[in-house]
């Protein structure tokens, strides 16, 4: 009977694809061709699968009629419930008491219409991201439509947890796209020291399309009023790229107007020409302290500008760029319009280099006292040589020469013209030594000792009477030798067949004597040791000769650790006494509980004009497999106080995600709390919203 049924389907002209019944019961009856399955039926028809405990398909129609927990498959979608209608051909249908998974969720009711393949209604219908069979929440409505692969909306709505209504709208929007969408994001509450209560991020995000969107801002302050502020992001491969944020409040309690306007642009112009800008303009230095949600921003002394247009050519490289930098504390302005610079030749030939540099440069300072403008046009040659002698001396000599013009010299003179020329010459050599024997886990241990010897001169020029700029300036006679030597001692590990290098101490000294006056330089050292270590640190240090002391220390140790979860600790010891045949579900159950702690610590020391000390802390890591928790920290060693601290705490509630976060900067302070549900991260209202909601939801 099935090997004659299918045969029978096959030759339905309307039908290309094979349809497939499966039942413990097949009946056909070819006078109202109907079949009918009882027991496990079973049918597909492309993408499309029905299982039921009984089911007829009508051929004339194109219906299945489904009873008894009937299951529709169709793609990634699903559709169930008590009693189903569907039409294989159109995919339209309706299910009774229905269940039917879609992109980020589920939605059910007393009745579920597909009324489209990409199209669900549902009337007294539910919508919830939560897969268990009594959600921990849901979204309630009278009617509901879903627009597979898009959203869906409510409306009215009510949104319930653990069936206690906690919110109330005329209607809503689930996006369940994993594409971006234009819509309104969720704020964020906190209260803030210096801001009192307020409301973050009241926006709206809009997609423009495919390259770029655009971010609407209104933060509200209790003790502030409204900051008002837009984020524009754009991004056309190989094109152009950037990202701009600006904002603005004019302060209920003080009428100031305070404002920031960040961002950056990169651009591919034509003719192989790139522009890259970078823009950091602020009110004033107290405004990140007080607005800014980074915490790495909070103090800001001073803020700067550029942009800048270059290409490399085949002999050379073109940059032209402008700079705006600005002081708050000292009140200083300075602005770069602009400096153009074209290096020629910028290349070796053989053992032979050389390249000129055009360089215009144009200034202007402004501080609470005077307005200066200086300009100056150079051009300079570089021109030296580099080789290898004996195989073991690496030698390099180089003569440069530059001239040029500045606007003014400091008599008030017009266009002083001026001359510079300078000679230098080095030696380099290395000497190693590899040690006879290994300590475990190392089999060998090098030393690396590199000998530098330099030499350069510049003769007496007389030149008029300036302030250094643009490369030029006055020029004294001068005469020195310098000495560098380095060290390097590294180990070597040889595991699993691969090798590993472990620095465990570099450390330089530099000195220098003076022919001229006849007088050696202080002594400079610097170094490293266990460098790409957990734990690795930098120092540097000078010997005053004539105190015969080494000052002005600095020194930094940075380490860092990453832990098993304190939850993978407590259970350590149960998972060991459990029969080894559970092993297995155990590892499962150790992975999903185990989220490492990851800890640093860094200090700093520096004895420069004073001394000063800061130790920096981080932890992070999950408490339990439920709650992740992060701290940091500064402290200022020397005045025994804290600069800033914060910390988050992070809970997992299944469907939703909730996290408290706190800091405090100084005297400032600032605590957030924010609640979502984890699939539905940006809930939000759609872009074309009332194109969706306003056709007749009908049966």
Not at 439 to 447: A, E, M, T, V, W
Request: aromatic residues 14%; contains cysteine.
């Amino acid at each position: 009977m099935l090997k004659l049924l299918v045969l029978l389907v096959i030759q339905i002209p309307e039908y290309k694809d094979t349809i497939y019944f499966k039942g413990d019961s097949i009946f056909y009856h070819p006078a109202e061709e109907k079949v009918v399955l009882k027991g496990n039926a079973y049918i597909k028809y492309k993408n499309i699968e029905l299982i039921s405990d009984s089911c007829i398909f009508l051929r004339k129609e194109n219906l299945l009629l489904a009873y008894g927990n009937p299951y529709l498959i169709s793609g990634k979608d699903t559709l169930r419930g008590d009693f189903m209608k569907f039409n294989i051909k159109t995919q339209k249908g309706y299910a009774y008491e229905g269940k039917s998974k879609v992109e980020k969720g589920f939605v059910w009711g007393e009745k579920i219409y597909r009324t489209d393949k990409k199209v669900i209604k549902g009337f007294t219908g539910f919508f919830t991201t939560c897969e268990l069979e009594e959600p921990h929440y849901y979204f309630r409505s009278n009617r509901m439509k879903v627009l597979i692969g898009d959203v869906a909306v409510a409306s009215p709505v009510i949104m319930e947890i653990k069936e206690i209504p906690v919110l109330w709208a005329p209607f809503w929007v689930f996006p369940i796209s994993p594409k971006r969408k234009s819509g309104f994001l969720i704020p964020r509450p906190g209260r803030n020291s210096t801001l009192g209560l307020y409301l973050k991020n009241l926006s709206y995000y809009w997609a423009i399309n495919n390259y770029m969107d655009l971010t609407l801002t209104m933060d509200i302050y209790e003790r502030k009023g409204p900051l008002l502020g837009f984020n524009f992001v754009y991004l056309i491969y190989k094109k152009l790229t950037g990202n701009f944020k600006a904002t603005y409040t004019r302060e209920i309690d003080t009428g100031t107007k305070r404002w920031s306007l960040v961002g950056d642009h990169k651009q591919n112009l034509p003719f192989g020409f790139s522009l890259n800008a970078h823009s950091d303009f602020i009110s004033d230095e107290k405004y990140i302290l007080e607005y800014s949600d980074i915490r790495v921003g909070r103090v800001k002394s001073e803020s700067e500008s550029h942009a800048s247009i270059s290409k490399r050519f085949t002999i050379g490289s073109f940059v032209a760029h402008t700079r705006y930098k600005k002081d708050f504390i000292n009140k200083i302005e300075v602005l770069t319009a602009p400096s153009v610079n074209f290096i020629l030749f910028q290349k070796n030939l053989s053992i032979f280099r050389t390249s000129f540099n055009f360089l215009y440069s144009r200034e202007i300072y402004k501080d609470t006292l005077k307005k200066d403008e200086k300009s100056g046009f150079s051009i300079s040659n570089s021109t030296g040589i580099q080789k290898i002698l004996f195989d073991i001396l690496s030698f390099s000599a180089g003569v440069n020469t530059k001239a040029g013009v500045l606007n003014k010299d400091t008599l008030g003179n017009d266009y002083p013209f001026l001359k510079n020329l300078s000679t230098n010459a080095s030696l380099t050599t290395k000497l190693y030594g590899l040690s006879l024997f290994g300590i475990p886990p190392f089999q060998r241990f090098l030393h690396t000792i590199t000998l530098s010897s330099g030499y350069s001169y510049s003769p007496y020029i007389k030149n008029p009477p300036v302030k250094s700029f643009a490369g030029l300036g006055p020029q004294q006679r001068s005469s020195r030798i310098s000495f560098t030597i380095r060290n390097d001692y590294e180990g070597k590990i040889v595991k699993d067949e691969q090798k590993k290098k472990v620095n465990f101490l570099s450390f330089t000294l530099n000195r220098a004597y003076d022919l001229i006056d006849k007088k050696w330089s202080d002594i400079s050292l610097t170094g490293n040791f266990l460098q790409n270590s957990p734990v690795n640190g930098s120092f540097s240090l000078t010997y005053f000769t004539q105190d015969k002391k080494w000052k002005n220390l600095t020194f930094q140790l940075a380490g860092a650790l990453s832990l098993k979860s304190l939850s993978s600790l407590l259970f350590e010891k149960a998972e060991e006494q459990k029969d080894s045949l559970e092993q297995d579900t155990l590892k499962q159950e150790k992975e999903l509980r185990t989220s490492s702690w990851n800890t640093s610590l860094t200090y700093t020391y520096r004895n420069i004009g004073g001394v000063s000390g800061f130790l920096n802390f981080r932890l992070s890591g999950g408490i339990t497999p439920k709650w992740k928790f992060s701290f940091h920290t500064t402290f200022d060693t020397q005045k025994k106080i804290f600069i800033e601290r914060g910390l988050s705490l992070t809970r997992d509630l299944h469907c939703f995600s909730a996290r408290v976060t706190w800091s405090k900067t100084g005297s400032a302070w600032d605590y957030q709390f924010k609640i979502w549900i984890t699939k539905l991260p940006d809930l939000k209202f759609e872009r074309g919203l009332f194109e969706t909601i306003l056709p007749a939801i009908q049966e």
